[in-house]
Nanobody, 126 residues
Framework: QVQLVESGGGLAQAGDSLTLSCAAS????????MGWFRQAPGKEREVVAT????????YYANSVKGRFTISKDNAKNTMYLQMNSLKPEDTAVYYC???????????????????WGQGTQVTVSS
């Protein structure tokens, strides 16, 4: 059974940094694309960043480009999201996701992802 477990969320002030982790079990995700998504109250789930299975291609939403960095440690089967210069508008529940097809392309559409974590809350105060 595939499980994705996020951690690292919490309260932060504007300008602070947080690092989210997504630990995978039940599958070796070194050959599968993954991504981070977020959902704020009253809004749809949106892409934050995605990473190709080879880790050579990374996509960032315009709203986080230059501030967030996605990475993956295949040896630990864990994905990360380093978040710097946090803003109040970054407040949301953050989810990690993985695709089920090996060597598949990444996607910014949440509907294309098959496995999801339970989410971790990030709250940024001004």
């Amino acid at each position: 059974q595939v499980q994705l477990v996020e951690s690292g969320g919490g309260l932060a002030q504007a300008g602070d940094s947080l690092t989210l982790s997504c630990a995978a079990s039940g599958r070796d995700f070194s050959r599968y694309p993954m991504g981070w998504f977020r959902q704020a109250p009253g809004k749809e789930r949106e892409v934050v960043a995605t990473i190709s299975w080879s880790r050579t291609y990374k996509y960032y939403a315009n709203s986080v480009k230059g501030r967030f960095t996605i990475s993956k440690d295949n040896a630990k089967n864990t994905m990360y999201l380093q978040m710097n210069s946090l803003k109040p508008e970054d407040t949301a529940v953050y989810y990690c996701a993985g695709k089920a097809k090996r060597y598949d392309e990444t996607s910014s559409d949440p509907a294309d992802y098959d496995y999801w974590g339970q989410g971790t809350q990030v709250t940024v105060s001004s």
